[in-house]
């Protein structure tokens, strides 16, 4: 006959009035983990007590049962309940659910209750986040019952809304939670797929990956075309944004690029309208204009609208609170954000009276145009007052004030080899001594002027404070006048285009902070070249240079175009760039697939990468095609400070330097990378931290 396999007996449960329990020192957990006492309690007192205590009678020395019951498993629930008490929020005899544990070791229960718990699956707790949201409870109240903030509750939504496929493939460990945080950048779960076929076949399968595939010809919101419409407005006609919740995104990225363009060009015709009517006789419309677009066009020189009376006092009364709140405020240690609130926009106000609209003359808003387009922060740019070659007046003949109203013909002294006048010969004719106080003859008047020149010329090179500001004033003439008839110096400036447009080089900082300072000095100069010389004399010497050093900068060429070989010119070039000490990472260049790596071959991009991060992250994506490398090395290269060789300054460090300070990343005496992975996962890592260790209230 079979035995009777033994039946088990479960301990037995009832209800223990609070005050007859007791925290017991058999209970193993000693560190403070998890949800706090506070929080629990918190959640205790909303839901009730959702998990019993597990208890053992209190016995004398004797062995008797002294009524008391000690708890070696449920010690921070006990505590919780030990807080609602003292806040007079539970009364002290209420009945807590115990489980009565009777034989066995008190601290093999303890263990065995903490050791044996499931953990929540991440994925779990993702979907009852969105379970209750679709049950109506908002994020806003989801975070307060589970105690996380706004931001964590719709974290855990976005992963929860990712593809089921994927999913699934998380849940059975097919994928990092890393690799899931990179997947919610796109609500399409098609292309998420897409996506993930396309890294089943590539090496590379890091997030930042992941996150570059998902948004590729995506528009970054910080992109100039989405400042100018406004991200608002894109969503409100119909736009796709796409977010990164797990890390900075700058904003995101616009899906729909055409209509960005569209909106952008719809918005710029509008403007260019208002510009219009205020009489000009043409308008260039476009996104961005080539750098030098307006090379060979005169500037107009308006008028700067003053102030009114009333603007005026304005004004004195905004700078008189900003210089009494900034003495007043000037040795504190921490200024109260209301104050510096209000600092900011007395600044703001103050800059708005500094830049005051031109007017120009309506005879020659009739002749000339403007330019509409955006600037690099996505303000509009209006460049008003430019005059074509072809709507110019005609230029009146000079008259001399000293022949009386009868012109002299300008027969020009031409020069030899050694620097001496050369006169030609022609017939000299004496005057009629019965013409009387007649004009000079022509040829006489070259012989005395020439006299005059030889003259200028020695007394000028004896007077270097002079030569310098006749020079200074010739050049002067010819940046900001367009015509330099009014030197008698013989030197000219020339200023190249750039047949070749390099992208964004309108929008460069170069480019940017050359017209803030030509513009600053177009406001200084008179609008008359009469009055340039006197001008340039009221100048201090200070000022005389810079002026200079900024006319002198415009002539500066170092372009190499491939039908115009100038060796010389170049080299003088890398003298010059180590004598301002140039360095073009400064400046603000860096590789990116437009302007370098999509261009040149996968050797190249290797080796810039090898250079910079070293010869095992050349080696990581060398197996990658030449599309995917050249975005790949543009994240590497992104704030390591690498130049291409035409780009490098000689023996300033610029060459092929390895920074460490801009991205925290090092590289080995052999080439190789320590931690580059880790390095750009690291946010990512800590919230899978946060989502293992944040599971539930208890």
């Known amino acids: 006959m079979a035995s009777v396999a033994k039946k088990i007996t479960l301990s037995s449960s009832r209800d223990i009035p609070f005050n007859q329990l007791v925290l017991s020192q058999s209970n193993v957990r000693r560190v ?22 597990s208890v053992r009678a209190v016995v004398d020395e004797a062995g008797a049962e002294t009524g008391m019951f000690e708890i070696p498993a449920g010690g921070r629930r006990y505590r919780a309940l030990e807080l609602l008490v003292k806040q007079k929020r539970l009364a002290k005899t209420a009945p807590v659910p115990c489980v009565v544990r009777e034989g066995g070791i008190a601290e093999e229960d303890s263990l065995a209750e903490n050791v044996q718990r499931a953990p929540l699956h991440p994925l779990d707790q993702f979907r009852a986040f969105l379970a209750l949201r679709e049950k109506g409870q908002s994020e806003e109240e989801i975070a307060a019952t589970f105690f996380v903030s706004v931001n964590v509750v719709k974290q855990r939504l976005k992963l929860a809304s990712v593809s089921s496929k994927l999913l699934h493939l998380y849940a059975e460990d097919g994928m990092t939670l890393d690799q899931l945080m990179a997947f919610t950048v796109s609500g399409d779960h098609e292309r998420q797929e897409q996506v993930f076929e396309r890294l089943k076949a590539s090496y590379d399968k890091q997030p930042y990956t992941i996150r570059r595939m998902l948004t590729e010809g995506a528009v970054r919101a910080s992109d100039k075309r989405a400042q100018f419409i406004g991200i608002d407005a894109y969503v409100a006609a119909g736009g796709m944004v796409l977010r990164d919740l797990f890390q900075g995104d700058d904003g995101g990225w616009l899906q729909d690029v055409a209509l960005v363009d569209q909106m952008a060009a719809e918005k710029l015709k509008a403007e260019s309208e208002v510009v219009a009517a205020e009489g000009w006789e043409w308008i260039e419309v476009a996104s961005d204009f080539a750098y030098g677009h307006a090379f060979g066009l005169r500037q107009l020189r308006g008028e700067t609208m003053p102030l009114t009376a009333e603007e005026e006092a304005t004004r004195d009364a905004f700078q008189a609170e900003l210089g009494r709140l900034s003495e007043e405020y000037l040795d504190a240690d921490e200024i109260p954000d209301e104050l510096d609130e209000r600092l900011s926009e007395l600044e703001t106000a103050l800059e708005g009276f500094e830049k005051r609209p031109v007017i120009f003359d309506p005879a020659d808003i009739g002749r000339a145009g403007a330019f509409v387009s955006i600037a690099h922060d996505g303000s509009l740019r209006v460049e008003r007052g430019y005059v074509r070659p072809e709507d110019e007046l005609p230029v009146e003949p000079e008259i001399d004030p000293a022949d009386d109203g009868q012109a002299v013909s300008a027969a020009a002294a031409s020069y030899g080899s050694d620097g001496n006048v050369v006169i030609a010969n022609e017939p000299v004719s004496d005057p009629d001594e019965d013409d009387g106080l007649s004009p000079i003859s022509d040829r006489l008047m070259t012989e005395l ?31 900001f006048y367009h015509y330099g008839s009014d030197s008698c110096l013989e030197l000219d400036l020339k200023s190249v285009g750039f047949s070749a447009q390099a992208p964004g080089l309108n929008d460069s900082a170069s480019a940017q902070a050359i017209r803030m300072r030509h513009e600053s000095w177009a406001k200084r100069l008179p609008k008359e070249t009469a009055d340039l010389w006197d001008a340039l004399q009221d100048f201090d010497g200070e000022a ?3 002026l200079f050093a900024h006319v002198v900068s415009l002539s500066v060429n170092t372009v190499h175009e491939a039908w115009s070989r100038r060796p010389r010119a170049l080299a003088h070039a890398d003298h010059l760039a180590q004598a301002v000490d140039l360095d073009m990472a400064a400046v603000g260049w860096k590789p990116t697939v437009d302007n370098f790596l999509g261009r040149v071959t996968k050797a190249r991009i290797l080796q810039a990468v090898a250079e910079a991060k070293g010869q095992r992250a050349a080696d990581r994506i060398e197996h990658l095609k030449k599309g995917d490398m050249a975005s790949e090395a543009e994240t590497l290269l992104a704030d390591t400070g690498w130049l291409p060789e035409p780009l490098r300054t000689p023996d300033n460090g610029s060459a092929a330097a390895l920074p460490t300070g801009a991205t925290g ?34």
């Open 449 to 479: 002027t020439s006299h005059r020149t030889l003259g200028l010329r020695q007394a000028l090179g004896e007077r270097p404070d002079i030569a310098f500001l006749a020079a200074l004033h010739v050049l002067t003439l010819k940046t």
């Open 665 to 698: 990343e090092q590289t080995t005496a052999e080439g190789g990378e320590t931690a580059m992975g880790d390095q750009m996962t690291s946010d990512e890592n800590e919230l899978a931290d946060d989502v293992s260790h944040a599971i539930a209230a208890e």
């Open 544 to 546: 005389q240079a810079d």
């Open 32 to 53: 403070k983990v998890g949800v706090s006492v506070e929080e629990l309690a918190e959640d205790i007192a909303r839901r009730g007590l959702l998990q019993g205590l």
